[in-house]
Protein backbone atom coordinates (compact mmCIF):
# COMPACT_ATOMS: atom_id res chain seq x y z
CA UNK A 1 0.00 0.00 0.00
CA UNK A 2 2.62 2.67 0.90
CA UNK A 3 4.77 1.58 -2.15
CA UNK A 4 1.93 2.00 -4.62
CA UNK A 5 0.79 5.20 -2.68
CA UNK A 6 4.17 6.96 -3.21
CA UNK A 7 4.29 5.68 -7.03
CA UNK A 8 0.92 7.23 -7.20
CA UNK A 9 2.79 10.57 -5.72
CA UNK A 10 5.74 10.81 -7.61
CA UNK A 11 4.08 9.56 -11.13
CA UNK A 12 2.18 12.73 -10.56
CA UNK A 13 4.80 14.85 -9.69
CA UNK A 14 6.91 14.41 -12.46
CA UNK A 15 3.78 15.25 -14.81
CA UNK A 16 4.34 18.86 -13.20
CA UNK A 17 0.97 18.32 -10.69
CA UNK A 18 1.30 19.88 -7.20
CA UNK A 19 0.33 16.93 -5.25
CA UNK A 20 -0.68 16.97 -1.52
CA UNK A 21 -0.20 14.03 0.58
CA UNK A 22 -2.48 12.88 4.05
CA UNK A 23 -1.82 9.84 6.36
CA UNK A 24 -5.17 7.97 7.46
CA UNK A 25 -4.19 7.88 11.42
CA UNK A 26 -1.36 8.99 13.89
CA UNK A 27 1.27 7.67 11.71
CA UNK A 28 5.05 9.45 11.68
CA UNK A 29 7.03 6.77 8.72
CA UNK A 30 4.90 7.12 6.14
CA UNK A 31 4.32 11.08 6.01
CA UNK A 32 8.50 11.80 6.00
CA UNK A 33 7.90 9.18 2.77
CA UNK A 34 5.46 10.91 1.17
CA UNK A 35 7.17 14.13 1.23
CA UNK A 36 10.16 12.44 -0.20
CA UNK A 37 7.83 11.71 -3.30
CA UNK A 38 5.77 14.98 -3.33
CA UNK A 39 8.39 17.77 -2.12
CA UNK A 40 5.48 18.77 0.20
CA UNK A 41 4.92 18.08 4.20
CA UNK A 42 2.59 15.45 4.56
CA UNK A 43 -0.42 16.08 7.01
CA UNK A 44 -1.78 13.19 9.30
CA UNK A 45 -6.39 12.68 9.26
CA UNK A 46 -7.53 11.21 11.78
CA UNK A 47 -11.49 10.62 12.34
CA UNK A 48 -10.88 9.02 16.28
CA UNK A 49 -8.77 11.90 17.25
CA UNK A 50 -10.41 14.62 15.52
CA UNK A 51 -13.84 15.41 14.57
CA UNK A 52 -15.43 15.74 11.25
CA UNK A 53 -15.17 19.50 11.04
CA UNK A 54 -11.51 19.28 12.13
CA UNK A 55 -10.69 16.46 9.45
CA UNK A 56 -12.22 18.94 7.02
CA UNK A 57 -10.25 22.17 8.03
CA UNK A 58 -6.79 20.36 7.84
CA UNK A 59 -8.20 18.87 4.26
CA UNK A 60 -9.35 21.85 3.21
CA UNK A 61 -6.17 24.19 3.99
CA UNK A 62 -3.81 21.91 2.80
CA UNK A 63 -5.39 20.67 -0.66
CA UNK A 64 -6.16 24.57 -0.75
CA UNK A 65 -3.32 25.73 -4.02
CA UNK A 66 -2.57 21.45 -5.06
CA UNK A 67 -3.89 19.84 -8.19
CA UNK A 68 -4.50 16.80 -6.56
CA UNK A 69 -4.27 14.93 -2.89
CA UNK A 70 -3.67 11.58 -1.85
CA UNK A 71 -4.20 10.43 1.36
CA UNK A 72 -2.75 7.03 2.13
CA UNK A 73 -4.87 4.82 4.26
CA UNK A 74 -3.49 2.36 7.22
CA UNK A 75 -3.71 -0.92 7.68
CA UNK A 76 -6.99 -2.00 5.82
CA UNK A 77 -9.72 -0.01 4.40
CA UNK A 78 -12.34 -0.51 7.19
CA UNK A 79 -9.09 -0.90 9.67
CA UNK A 80 -9.83 1.73 12.79
CA UNK A 81 -9.90 1.55 16.58
CA UNK A 82 -11.93 -1.88 16.96
CA UNK A 83 -13.74 -4.16 15.18
CA UNK A 84 -16.94 -2.99 15.28
CA UNK A 85 -16.28 0.83 14.66
CA UNK A 86 -15.15 2.79 11.65
CA UNK A 87 -13.60 5.50 13.38
CA UNK A 88 -9.64 6.10 12.74
CA UNK A 89 -11.00 4.04 9.34
CA UNK A 90 -9.36 5.18 5.73
CA UNK A 91 -13.04 4.72 5.08
CA UNK A 92 -14.40 6.95 7.71
CA UNK A 93 -12.29 9.38 6.40
CA UNK A 94 -13.27 9.19 2.79
CA UNK A 95 -16.72 9.45 3.54
CA UNK A 96 -16.09 12.61 5.61
CA UNK A 97 -14.77 14.40 3.15
CA UNK A 98 -16.67 12.93 0.61
CA UNK A 99 -13.92 11.09 -1.14
CA UNK A 100 -13.47 8.07 -3.77
CA UNK A 101 -11.48 5.26 -3.08
CA UNK A 102 -8.87 3.59 -4.28
CA UNK A 103 -8.43 0.42 -3.21
CA UNK A 104 -5.34 -1.62 -3.99
CA UNK A 105 -5.37 -5.30 -3.44
CA UNK A 106 -2.66 -8.16 -3.02
CA UNK A 107 -3.23 -10.17 -5.61
CA UNK A 108 -0.79 -12.38 -5.27
CA UNK A 109 -2.27 -15.98 -5.78
CA UNK A 110 -5.63 -14.86 -6.68
CA UNK A 111 -7.78 -15.12 -9.87
CA UNK A 112 -11.81 -15.35 -9.84
CA UNK A 113 -11.35 -14.84 -6.05
CA UNK A 114 -10.12 -11.10 -6.48
CA UNK A 115 -13.60 -10.18 -7.70
CA UNK A 116 -15.14 -11.43 -4.94
CA UNK A 117 -12.77 -9.61 -2.69
CA UNK A 118 -13.43 -6.25 -4.63
CA UNK A 119 -17.28 -7.11 -4.60
CA UNK A 120 -17.08 -7.46 -0.67
CA UNK A 121 -15.26 -4.21 -0.43
CA UNK A 122 -17.86 -2.41 -2.43
CA UNK A 123 -20.82 -3.67 -1.09
CA UNK A 124 -20.03 -3.57 3.17
CA UNK A 125 -20.64 0.11 3.12
CA UNK A 126 -23.07 1.46 0.99
CA UNK A 127 -22.08 5.11 1.94
CA UNK A 128 -18.47 4.25 0.62
CA UNK A 129 -17.79 5.27 -2.75
CA UNK A 130 -15.36 2.28 -4.17
CA UNK A 131 -14.66 3.84 -7.53
CA UNK A 132 -11.15 1.73 -8.39
CA UNK A 133 -9.00 -1.00 -8.09
CA UNK A 134 -5.42 -1.42 -8.52
CA UNK A 135 -3.71 -5.05 -8.18
CA UNK A 136 -0.35 -5.67 -6.51
CA UNK A 137 1.79 -8.52 -6.56
CA UNK A 138 0.45 -10.08 -9.94
CA UNK A 139 2.73 -12.69 -11.34
CA UNK A 140 2.87 -11.74 -14.91
CA UNK A 141 0.65 -9.74 -17.66
CA UNK A 142 -1.51 -12.09 -17.72
CA UNK A 143 -2.26 -12.64 -14.44
CA UNK A 144 -3.17 -8.78 -14.69
CA UNK A 145 -5.34 -9.82 -17.66
CA UNK A 146 -7.40 -12.65 -15.75
CA UNK A 147 -7.84 -10.54 -12.85
CA UNK A 148 -9.94 -7.94 -14.98
CA UNK A 149 -11.55 -10.18 -16.81
CA UNK A 150 -12.79 -11.48 -13.56
CA UNK A 151 -14.37 -7.95 -12.63
CA UNK A 152 -15.93 -7.15 -15.86
CA UNK A 153 -19.42 -5.96 -15.20
CA UNK A 154 -18.19 -4.85 -11.69
CA UNK A 155 -19.22 -1.00 -11.44
CA UNK A 156 -15.63 -0.86 -9.54
CA UNK A 157 -13.15 0.07 -12.45
CA UNK A 158 -9.75 -1.97 -12.70
CA UNK A 159 -6.80 0.44 -12.99
CA UNK A 160 -4.28 -2.02 -13.63
CA UNK A 161 -1.80 -4.18 -12.31
CA UNK A 162 1.48 -3.90 -10.68
CA UNK A 163 3.96 -6.90 -11.08
CA UNK A 164 5.73 -8.18 -8.32
CA UNK A 165 9.42 -6.84 -8.31
CA UNK A 166 12.10 -8.71 -6.36
CA UNK A 167 14.44 -5.79 -4.65
CA UNK A 168 11.53 -3.28 -5.29
CA UNK A 169 10.59 -2.56 -1.81
CA UNK A 170 10.44 -0.39 1.48
CA UNK A 171 13.26 -1.09 3.99
CA UNK A 172 11.49 -2.16 7.22
CA UNK A 173 12.59 -2.84 10.92
CA UNK A 174 11.02 -4.13 13.85
CA UNK A 175 8.85 -1.37 14.09
CA UNK A 176 7.98 -1.03 10.40
CA UNK A 177 9.70 1.00 7.33
CA UNK A 178 12.67 2.60 7.80
CA UNK A 179 12.29 6.63 8.37
CA UNK A 180 12.65 9.30 5.11
CA UNK A 181 15.51 10.45 6.94
CA UNK A 182 17.17 7.22 7.47
CA UNK A 183 16.82 5.74 3.77
CA UNK A 184 17.84 8.92 2.84
CA UNK A 185 20.96 8.89 4.57
CA UNK A 186 21.52 4.95 3.63
CA UNK A 187 20.96 6.17 0.02
CA UNK A 188 23.61 8.68 0.37
CA UNK A 189 26.53 6.32 2.30
CA UNK A 190 25.63 3.86 -0.40
CA UNK A 191 25.97 6.95 -3.17
CA UNK A 192 30.14 7.40 -1.70
CA UNK A 193 31.18 3.89 -1.82
Same mark, same amino acid.
Given at each position: ???????????????????????????? %???? /?????????? @? $????????? +????? %???? $? @? =??????? %? =?????????????????????????????????? $????????????????????? +????????? $?????????? %????? /???????? /?????????? =????? @??????????????? +?? =???
Amino acid at each position: KTSVSLGLMKALARKGLIVQSFKSGPDF %IDPG /LHRMATGLPS @H $NLDGWMLSA +DEVRR %IFRR $N @H =EGCDISV %I =EGAMGLFDGIGAVSEEGSAAQLAKILGLPVLLVV $NARGMARSAAALVKGYSEFDP +DLTLSAVLF $NMTGSATHGQ %ILAQA /LQGSTVRV /LGSLPRRPGL =ELPSR @HLGLVTAEDYARDVR +DA =ERF
